[in-house]
């Protein structure tokens, strides 16, 4: 996490840093600084809490050098305070970074012993005395940074200026994504092309293992042992208009809001929908004699993923082995020859998520992405990319990305179905159609949010709410729980619902609110009677489903009604509801609902 920037340019370079780093507050946004060159010295401002801090503290002090870097931080060493806010510098050397220097001890320890004293408490300081030390031995500047990069160990992308030369910038990137932009006698440093986007769209992003030295004329780009390589330049296609929320109070309900249009985007991208078939672009692997898919994900992307399973054994009568990246990537998990691996992200840059990948793709699986952002990493690592065509998400807690997801995944069990001939013609056409309904229906639940207001300011007097699903709605009962937790900092947990009497059932007393997430299909009566044990407790019910005669005679103090639809499409249905009620629940708690505290958008680190 993290977001870095940096400008070689012609005139004063600090409003267009912010700008840049407004673009990537979706990487953190605990405290914000920028750093330039003025006249061979360094100066910087810094400022915790969101960017508009820094933003004022430069109106009142404005920086005027022409070469300058940027960050927004998520933090991992250190306090969210500004002592601990990037740049890190001395009158020599500034320093930003995204990633965790891992032998930063070691390194901190070393560099005291040298009589370095340490300002802070990031693992980022360490990378500025390494280069400091350098300088002070006689290395010249783009020497003094190379010899460092080879002390460090573990996850970086880094930007590092020099007072004495404001001509020259370092950048390298080990883990979290970094790339250069070409202007007209400007270069440009972002971690990802979007917040370049207002000033170039000609693009060279730096792969694992890459450093270069950038100057306003060009890049020069090296490989770790100092031979010169080659990256191609692309012509980004990332949109320089900065999303607004269009009338909506908070990104997060627009993007709720949104669904209906993008996941119509999504799925034409995967059906005839003319024909009623499904036109799914080839894994380049045989579905037919495929004995397993691995899916691995982060976050609500999990969640996805399991939906996913549930999908693809019952239409396919495909295995699906599900972890979530972080677990996935240590398991050591034996894969199958000639198998396929699935990995879904928002942004494809999720440090786990990666390393998932190519754990998979060393072991000699196909690699296929779900990705929101084409440009990621994990978009070019992987032989097939699935995008979705959500747009870009700037609420922190994924809404729209997951939907859209859940739609590919949903076109995907379809088409491989097809292909092990367990869905004919007559089914494929069923299935097509009650996809292409999805929209329509959802639009209707957005409708009216009356109840979800209702809703959620009764939740707010909560202290643990649980979530139950069942089949494929046990998915769903987790989004529901972990987007409660994560908006509005009250307890949640999703359970499956056979699963209630192990344990959760404990916490049943009167008034304990228990959303639960029933489709009217085969499942039906076995949840009604966990909701009975419920009841019985004297636990608050909130029903969630499409069944027309409500709970079969359990009391429910809230139905949240959802349109008659298909049983394959209900948790693209059931989605909306529980994001709808995390979100009411977070503006009547009055958390800051896009950015929640402590949590990032696109999680870079381990
Ligand atoms: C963070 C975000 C979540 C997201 C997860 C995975 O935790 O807050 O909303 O689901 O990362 O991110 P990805 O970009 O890989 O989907």
């Not at 990487?27 to 401002?45: P, Q």
Request: charge should be negative.
């Amino acid at each position: 996490m993290c977001g870095i920037v940096g400008i070689l340019g012609t005139e004063a370079v600090a409003g267009d840093l912010v700008e840049a780093l407004k673009r990537l507050e979706y990487r953190g946004y605990d405290s914000a600084g920028i750093a330039t060159i003025e006249g061979g010295k360094l100066d910087r401002r810094r400022a915790e809490g969101k960017l508009k801090n820094l933003a004022l503290r430069l109106s009142n002090q404005p920086l005027q050098g022409r070469t300058g870097i940027g960050h927004t931080r998520w933090a991992t060493h250190g306090k969210p305070v500004e002592r601990n806010a990037h740049p890190h510098m001395n009158d020599k050397v500034a320093v930003v970074h995204n990633g965790i220097i891992e032998n930063f001890r070691e390194l901190r320890g070393e560099l005291t012993k040298k009589g370095y004293a340490f300002e802070t408490e990031t693992d980022t300081e360490t990378v500025l005395h390494l280069v400091t030390d350098n300088l002070k031995q006689g290395l010249k500047p783009v020497e003094a940074a190379h010899k460092a990069l080879s002390r460090l160990r573990g996850a970086y992308a880094l930007g590092i200026i020099f007072a004495a030369d404001d001509d020259l910038m370092i950048a390298a990137r080990q883990g979290p994504p970094l790339a250069i932009g070409h202007g007209e006698g400007v270069t440009y440093l972002g971690s990802d092309a979007i917040a370049l986007a207002p000033f170039t769209s000609k693009i060279t992003y730096l792969e694992d293992g890459d450093w270069a030295v950038l100057r306003r004329s060009g890049a020069e780009i090296f490989d770790l042992a100092g031979k010169p390589i080659t990256r191609p330049t692309i012509v980004s296609t990332a949109s320089s208009l900065t999303v607004d929320k269009g009338g909506y109070r908070h990104f997060m309900l627009k993007e709720i809001h949104q669904q209906p249009e993008v996941i119509s985007h999504t799925i034409a991208n995967y059906l005839d929908l003319a024909a009623g078939t499904v036109e799914f672009p080839d894994l380049g692997i045989d579905l037919k004699t495929l004995s397993r898919v691995t899916i691995s994900a982060c976050g609500t992307a999990s969640y996805a993923g399991l939906v996913g399973k549930y999908w693809l054994e019952r239409y396919a009568r495909l295995p699906v082995d599900i972890d979530v990246a972080s677990e996935y990537r240590y398991r050591e998990a034996p894969l199958p020859e000639n198998g396929l691996a699935l990995f879904i992200s928002q942004s494809g840059e999720t440090a786990d998520t990666m390393a998932a990948l190519r754990y998979c793709k060393d072991g000699g699986q196909r690699i296929a992405a779900i990705v929101n952002v084409r440009t990621s990493t994990m978009a070019r690592e992987s032989h097939v990319v699935l995008p979705t065509l959500a747009g870009p998400e700037i609420g922190v807690a994924s809404t729209k990305a997951f939907t859209c997801q859940l739609s590919v995944l949903a076109c995907f069990a379809i088409a491989a179905g097809k292909a092990r001939g367990h869905i004919g013609p007559e089914k494929e056409r069923e299935l097509v159609q009650a996809l292409t309904q999805v929209p329509r229906l959802m639009s209707d639940i957005l409708r009216d949010e009356k109840p979800y207001e209702h809703l959620g300011h009764r939740l707010t007097k909560a202290r643990d709410v649980l979530y139950l699903g069942r089949g494929i709605s046990f998915p769903i009962a987790l989004e529901g729980a972990l987007k409660l937790k994560e908006l509005s900092y009250i307890h949640a947990e999703g359970y499956a619902a056979g699963e209630l009497k192990h344990g959760p059932i404990a916490l049943i007393e009167e008034g304990v609110p228990v959303i639960v997430v029933a489709p009217h299909d085969e499942l039906f009566e076995k949840t009604v009677s966990n909701m009975q044990e419920v009841a019985a407790r004297g636990g608050d019910i909130i029903f969630v489903s499409d069944a027309e005669d409500g709970a079969a005679g359990c009391k429910v103090i809230e139905h949240l009604h959802l349109p008659k639809a298909h049983p394959f499409t209900h948790p693209l249905m059931a989605s909306i509801p529980v994001q709808l009620i995390s979100y009411h629940t977070a503006v009547q708690m009055g958390t800051d609902v896009d950015q929640p505290r402590n949590l990032a958008k696109s999680v870079t680190v381990e």
